[in-house]
């Protein structure tokens, strides 16, 4: 028997099609951890490939729409490559277009586009990818979602949560900001609503015409019905292909088929659909879940800092100061996997046991790491080529946007000192501190000097370069020895000789005492003047002061030239040098949560605690680049809430101290105050929020999301099974804006936020402490999302450290900038030492690439050259103007797939939203 081909559209008394796609819902690691989900794999593949190869009639199978799943498997099964290969060459298994199912607010937009792309890849070595946009179970869907399945190719996505109430059928037209479209078949039901089909032909009957009248009128006019035969974690039901025909024969009011989302989707009705735009957020049908923007702080702040350390430093970093040859394409794709293998919804999410939340950081502190080491490779690799004096300060720019900023830099001797541009303007410079000490002391001996002496390496002692020496002999006859640091540059000497000497005197027993001591090294701080985007700019420190700033700070107050900030006890007021003015920031409230790591809800009878106990102030640096100063608020908090895995009924009357340290920090020339609160969290059940009353009353908010902003009103539209809590989450900011005056928050992984007080104010969420992957019934969910597991993890009972900043602003977002303040608050400048080094030949101050009238998301070598990944983040359309070393940039716009598009030279035009990807010729 030949495979069961697609259904195709029937006249009116025609038998209606019951498509049923098989299929099983497979998240890698969720309330088990990978490994042990991965033997529950291997079962269902053992079991399915022969299956698939000895059973025709078993026609089609849906791998989850990701291909992570395969190579986990095939790397326990290697020898299934083949059959693996056969089955999907031929359409019989669908795989692809994702690597992971990923969460879509969770991580980035270019992990998202990196998901895609790598599971495009690899679904193409294994016989082609799903031409489909499978979106089963995300928690809510970006509004340019549209527009990364068109740039793939793709007219279709399949999606179940999100969907708004206003979708009254089973399709309908989904369209991004920039206006891309594509066809949204919305899984009614769930993407399990044909999970565990009879195995009596009759049943089977029944099962359709149950769904029939559960569809109603939502069943689009000559469609089909559509069965997504799997759920979880399922494993396939042999018997199907046998009932499906069984039960063809037996009546004519259904024709039953077993069939694949792309032969599906290809029949049914696209004309006439109800059109959507933007974002899928609404819980009216399935629970969006929204409170995962906030169940474990630490896997959220560890996600964006990872994705930091790759986009924005090591990668385009790489691409444009190493020699192509020289490009770490094999590291970057280890921190790239880790990347997306972390963005799977259960794990960046965060919503899965603790073992499996561990591993996710892991794989988080891994890409980090190797983001922080190839970004100082390239850092030092540009050092070597910079053509200035011994000792300089290299700083560079690793955004588009040209800016000054804080630089931190180490410099030899003591006393005043200033750093100067390569004009010779003295720029703002403040000491911190003087570095400088023992490094190492060691007292041995006999033969034990030895180990001390493998230590002393040419000019080198415990890695130290000495530059002198002393020699003495104390009353007791041991051998004193006193090793002088030189920094870089300077001369050193050789201790091959005295090595030698103290191995022999060793040999006679004698006794040592060693100690090095490190050369005077001022830890400074000064204020970079403009660094071109994508490029470097030279300085020199020099012996004495620079000049005076208005950065100030007393016990009281903060200020600089654009901001004064007025502390009120734990709050504060900033006042703008034109005139805008917000008080009572930063207040802190604390309230119980006996909800799960889905879902926040508030304890049947709660307690918020909104006001300390005892507040005290410190100065810690007044000027004049940087000024700050810490509060120290200590407040009681209750111990923990009353509750089980049903549900929580009170906060516990038990209150222990807690002291939260905040410091409050303005450096010269920045517009935004800086904010970092640390705390050693030692409750439990609870949430803790940062409140800012807005300068007017507001009606929505405008927060960053994948390649777009969205703006978004003061409720959320929720349904029978998820209370409409409009917790919402931004990416890196969120504007809350009206008339003429706006606040911001710009966050370091801090990502829900809520409008409460009807649009006077501004909640930004610090920490959300639960103890279960799931309840059964919290107040704001009256069933489970997930198994009732309790957890430990989840509670983050430990010291905790988060960072934001505020602005004051006119106007809007779009005044504001925010995507450049952003950048300004999250991606510092880079210094590196350099100067001195032989044939180095680029200027002291150079731009490798220019990007103007557009935001850049990626700068990546090819072989071929430079690709640039931007868009035109406005509402307006735009020309985005590249230069690549000075000239005009030239090459083809290119597809996510990496096809040709059109030819391009210096300009490209964009629609609003628009986002393109240009391959630069050498």
């Known amino acids: 028997m030949a495979p069961t081909t697609a259904p195709t559209a029937s006249p009116t008394n025609a038998p209606t099609t019951v498509a049923i796609v098989p299929h099983t819902h497979w998240d890698r690691e969720w309330y088990e951890p990978f490994q042990a989900f991965r033997v529950r794999l291997v079962r269902l593949f053992d079991q399915l490939l022969p299956m698939l190869e000895h059973d025709l009639s078993y026609a089609r199978f849906l791998l989850d729409g990701q291909t992570a799943v395969l190579d986990d498997y095939l790397e326990v099964r290697p020898e299934a490559a083949a059959a693996l290969r056969r089955l999907t060459t031929t359409g019989r298994v669908s795989v692809g277009p994702w690597m992971v199912l990923m969460d879509e607010y969770m991580v980035s937009g270019e992990t998202i586009v990196r998901d895609l792309q790598l599971g495009m890849r690899r679904a193409a070595e294994l016989g082609g990818p799903m031409p489909v946009g499978y979106l089963p179970d995300m928690f809510g869907h970006v509004a340019q979602m549209p527009q990364l399945l068109r740039l793939a190719g793709i007219a279709h996505a399949v999606v179940w949560r999100g969907v708004p109430a206003a979708v009254t059928q089973t399709a309908f037209t989904w369209a991004s900001p920039d206006g891309s479209q594509v066809r949204a078949e919305y899984l009614y039901g769930s993407y399990s609503n044909g999970r565990d089909l009879p195995d009596d032909a009759k049943q089977l009957v029944a099962r359709a015409e149950s769904y029939e009248l559960e569809l109603g009128p939502a069943r689009l006019p000559a469609g089909a019905l559509l069965l997504m035969n799997g759920t979880d974690h399922q494993l396939p039901q042999p018997s199907l292909g046998r009932v499906v025909a069984e039960a063809n024969t037996i009546q004519g009011d259904y024709h039953f088929v077993v069939t694949s989302l792309p032969e599906y989707l290809a029949e049914q009705p696209s004309e006439g659909l109800a059109t959507i735009r933007g974002e899928l957020r609404s819980g009216a049908r399935a629970n969006v879940l929204m409170g995962v923007a906030s169940n474990r702080v630490d896997v959220h702040q560890a996600c964006a800092r990872a994705e930091r350390a790759i986009e924005r430093r090591a990668e385009p970093l790489s691409a444009l100061l190493l020699p192509p040859d020289s490009y770490p394409d094999a590291l970057l794709a280890m921190a790239w996997r880790n990347l997306v293998l972390n963005s799977a919804h259960d794990s960046s999410c965060a919503c899965s046991s603790d073992d499996v939340v561990d591993q996710v950081l892991v794989r988080y502190a891994e890409a980090r790491q190797i983001g922080d080491a190839l970004t100082r490779e390239s850092l030092r690799h540009l050092a070597t080529e910079v053509d200035a004096p011994p000792g300089s300060t290299v700083v560079v720019n690793p955004t588009r946007k040209t800016r000054g900023g804080l630089v931190q830099a180490y410099v030899p001797g003591d006393g005043p000192v200033r750093f100067e541009s390569p004009d010779g303007t003295p720029l703002p410079t403040q000491q911190i501190g003087t570095v400088g000490g023992e490094a190492f002391s060691a007292m041995v001996i006999g033969q034990k000097v030895r180990w001390v002496l493998e230590m002393m390496r040419g000019p080198e002692m415990a890695g130290t370069r000495i530059g002198s020496y002393e020699r003495d002999r104390a009353s007791d006859g041991t051998i004193e020895l006193r090793f002088f640091g030189v920094h870089a540059g300077e001369p050193a000497t050789d201790l091959s000789e005295l090595r030698n000497e ?21 830890d400074v701080v000064f204020t970079a003047d403009a660094v071109a985007g994508f490029g470097w700019r030279t300085y020199r420190a020099v012996d004495g002061d620079g000049p005076t700033t208005a950065v100030t700070a007393s016990p009281r107050s903060l200020a600089n030239e654009h901001l004064r900030v007025d502390l009120d006890r734990e709050t504060y007021t900033i006042t703008t ?333 964009l629609r609003p939203w628009e986002i393109a990807t240009a391959r630069l010729d050498p």
Do not use: K, M
């Open 577 to 909: 040098s034109d005139g805008l003015a917000a008080g009572g920031l930063g207040r802190l409230v604390d309230g119980g949560d006996g909800g799960d790591t889905y879902n926040y809800s508030p304890p049947t009878e709660d307690l918020l605690v909104d006001r300390p106990e005892s507040v005290s102030t410190t100065v810690l640096e007044s000027g004049p680049v940087r000024a700050s100063v810490r509060i120290d608020a200590t407040y009681a908090w209750p111990v923990a809430a009353v509750g089980d895995e049903r549900s929580c009924s009170a906060r516990e009357a038990e209150q222990i101290p807690v002291t939260v340290s905040t410091i409050l920090e303005l450096r010269a020339g920045e517009r935004f105050l800086r904010v970092r609160s640390e705390f050693d969290n030692r409750h439990r059940d609870h949430r803790l929020r940062a409140h800012f009353p807005l300068p007017v009353a507001v009606a929505g908010s405008d927060a960053e999301c994948a390649f777009a902003v969205v703006h978004r009103g003061l409720t959320a539209e929720g349904g029978p099974q998820e209370h409409p809590l409009p917790t919402f989450v931004s990416r890196r900011f969120v504007d809350a804006s009206a008339g003429e005056v706006g606040l911001a928050l710009v966050h370091d992984g801090l990502l829900e936020y809520e409008l409460v007080e009807d649009g006077r104010e501004l909640a930004l969420t610090l920490l959300r402490a639960t103890g279960y992957l799931s309840r059964a019934e919290p107040a704001l969910r009256p069933n489970p999302a997930g198994p009732l597991l309790p957890l430990n993890g989840a509670q983050l009972q430990r010291t905790h450290r988060v960072e934001y900043a505020v602005l004051l602003h006119h106007g809007d977002w779009r005044d504001a900038d925010l995507y450049d303040v952003a950048d300004a608050v999250l991606v510092p400048l880079e210094r590196v030492r350099g100067g001195g080094w032989a044939g180095a030949s680029r200027p002291a101050t150079g731009q490798l690439l220019a990007v103007d009238g557009a935001q850049v998301s990626a700068v990546v070598r090819e072989p071929g050259g430079l690709l640039v990944r931007f868009f035109n983040a406005s509402t307006e359309p735009a020309r985005a103007r590249i230069e690549l070393g000075g000239s005009p940039g030239r090459g083809w716009l290119v597809d996510l797939a990496g096809r040709p598009l059109a030819a391009f030279e210096g300009e490209i035009p």
């Open 502 to 522: 103290l191995a022999a005197l060793g040999a006679e027993g004698a006794s040592f005492r060693f100690q090095v001591l490190l050369p005077a090294t001022r």
